[in-house]
């Protein structure tokens, strides 16, 4: 298991660096991202997230197989948007809906580092784009307008501050 980056840490915001070697540390790193995320219960995880700037990240959705992205690219988007109701292994606890394309063109490498491209839509496409934003430094919440953008951070710092106890007098 490897430690999930929250919100305030300086990886998140940072734009992730290229890989150049496909060997067995590689491997090992979306191995362990995948079990990471899907101990969190969650659909997607990218290397920021793990404290690793580095372009990949993964993607599991419930009755497929988990999926390895490396140095992926956006190549197409669909015209047609949708909102869609977000949250982030990095923000827990906190969703709102965001609105983004509904279909994907997308161009990455596996692990042995051959190129592919996938055609995605629904849920998936929604995923590929949520992670591929991770890479650039970007949260979901950053499509949303300032005031949002507030409330969900506000949300997110209430839910995830230490309580406090109070003193018997």
Do not use: W
């Not at 993607?59 to 999926?67: A, F, S, T, V």
Request: aromatic residues 6%; glycine residues 6%; proline residues 4%.
């Amino acid at each position: 298991m490897l430690d999930i980056y929250k919100l305030g840490d300086d990886i998140l915001r940072q734009k992730c660096k290229e890989i150049k070697e496909f060997d067995s540390a590689l491997a090992m790193l979306a191995d362990a991202m995948i079990e990471t995320m899907d101990e969190a219960d969650g659909v997607g995880l990218a290397g920021p997230q793990v404290g690793v700037d580095k372009k990949i990240f993964v993607i599991h959705l419930q009755n497929q197989e988990p999926m390895v992205f490396i140095n992926p690219e956006i190549l197409e988007t669909s015209i047609e948007t949708g909102p869609y109701e977000e949250g982030c292994l990095s923000l827990p606890g906190v969703y709102h809906n965001v609105i983004r394309p509904l279909r994907v063109k997308i161009q990455a490498q596996d692990l042995k580092g051959k190129a592919f491209v996938l055609d995605a839509d629904g849920l998936l496409a929604r995923v590929i784009q949520h992670e591929n934003d991770h890479l650039k430094g970007k949260l979901y919440i950053d499509h949303l307008n300032e005031v949002e953008k507030e409330l969900i951070i506000k949300a997110y710092e209430k839910r995830n501050s230490p309580k406090k106890r109070k003193s018997k007098a």
